[in-house]
């Protein structure tokens, strides 16, 4: 089994929409959680921190379940310039203490 | 303040030939990352450094693939000899502890022919 599992998509939204994007996670030792967007031909880049108590950076809310394994992204008033795959990256401090990436969710954000 | 740097942007090589890449971290950072990410998919670790030492290397096809970061700065990844289904980006990361998170370089797209 996978360590972080996530639904590739793709999601095709159009401008101004709300999307949502959930991911779980196989290892209940995990102790840090991330989303990084990615662009076509591109490397990784952060995108936030996802905190036990969920936070927000502007259009963009993370939050985490640990009950349920599982830690979502919600992407409020979409933009063009959203689309991208978004990666969900999860932490597991017992034993290999990496990162552990997921697939990607690819989203089209349409005119 | 420099992000961490990759070299060769791209490669393309032979089967059978050898082949390296180097990674330069953020200055600072303990921690360093070598992925492997194949189109579709999310980068998959292929080894990981904490300074000098390589902490967890068990993904790394130890009979063609080799690394090191002798001072615990820039990193080399190697593949002697080249395969075809190694053709993929090999992306370096590195962070100022493990488990924070993670800084890329642009990778290294490798073409094996």
């Known amino acids: 089994r996978k360590e972080v599992e996530q639904d590739p998509g793709p999601f095709n939204v159009p401008e101004g929409a709300t999307v949502a994007f959930n991911c779980t996670y196989s290892?209940?030792?995990?102790?840090?959680f991330f989303w990084y967007r990615q662009d076509c031909r591109k490397e990784p880049k952060l995108l936030m921190s996802?905190?036990?108590s969920g936070n927000e950076d502007g259009r963009f809310t993370a939050q985490l379940n640990r009950a349920s394994q599982y830690i979502s992204l919600l992407i409020r008033d979409s933009k063009l310039s959203d689309s991208a795959t978004y990666l969900c990256?999860?932490?597991?401090?017992?034993?290999?203490?990496?990162?552990?990436f997921g697939t990607g969710t690819r989203l089209t954000v349409i005119p | 303040e420099a992000g961490v740097v990759q070299s060769p942007r791209y490669k393309i090589i032979e089967k059978k030939q050898p082949v390296a890449f180097w990674c330069n971290p953020i200055?600072?950072?303990?921690?360093l990352y070598w992925y492997r990410q194949n189109l579709g998919q999310g980068p998959e670790l292929l080894i990981r450094?904490?300074?000098?030492?390589?902490?967890?290397d068990s993904q790394l096809p130890k009979d063609r693939f080799s690394a090191e970061r002798l001072k615990g700065v820039d990193s080399t990844l190697k593949i002697q000899p080249a395969e075809l289904g190694d053709s993929a980006v090999y992306l370096c990361?590195?962070?100022?502890?493990?488990?924070?998170?993670?800084?890329f370089g642009q990778g290294t797209r490798l073409t094996v022919v």
């Open positions: 990361a590195s962070s100022f502890r493990a488990g924070g998170s993670a800084f």
């Open positions: 290892n209940s030792a995990s102790q840090s």
């Open positions: 996802v905190y036990s």
């Open positions: 990256v999860v932490n597991i401090q017992t034993g290999a203490n990496n990162l552990f």
């Open positions: 200055s600072g950072h303990n921690t």
């Open positions: 450094y904490e300074n000098e030492e390589a902490v967890d």
